[in-house]
């Protein structure tokens, strides 16, 4: 079965950098892309940003310059690298999987993902 197991989140303050993690339990992470999106309270789930397959990154404008985001297949792993953390990067974090052929770029659109994550708590706060 096919698990994404999340972890890294938590308070922070302004100016500082936290690393996410979603982890790939029960499937071969190099099959599929995988995206990280944020919900805040109150609004819809946003993209933020992908990595495909073959190692292309799609990162939203909106964190362009302060997102990072990484995969180490052997490691099963994804990573999130945020720095110069603002409040309004105040989020539930999800990680979340795509199976694409090896040559599909990704797009951080939440209808384009199957498989999703737990979910991960992220306060940037003074």
């Known amino acids: 079965q096919l698990q994404l197991v999340q972890s890294g989140g938590g308070l922070v303050q302004p100016g500082g950098s936290l690393r996410l993690s979603c982890a790939a339990s029960?499937?071969?992470?190099?099959?599929?892309?995988i995206g990280w999106f944020r919900q805040a309270p109150g609004k819809e789930r946003e993209g933020v940003s992908c990595?495909?397959?073959?190692?292309?990154?799609n990162i939203a404008d909106s964190v362009k310059g302060r997102f990072t985001i990484s995969r180490d297949n052997a490691k099963k792993t994804v990573y999130l690298q945020i720095n110069s953390l603002k409040a309004e990067d105040t989020a539930v974090y999800y990680c979340?999987?795509?199976?694409?052929?090896?040559?599909?770029?990704?797009?951080?659109?939440?209808?384009?993902?199957?498989?999703w994550g737990q979910g991960t708590q992220v306060t940037v706060s003074s």
């Open positions: 990595i495909s397959r073959a190692g292309g990154v």
């Open positions: 979340a999987a795509v199976s694409t052929i090896l040559t599909v770029p990704c797009v951080p659109e939440v209808g384009r993902f199957r498989s």
């Open positions: 029960g499937f071969t992470l190099d099959r599929y892309a």
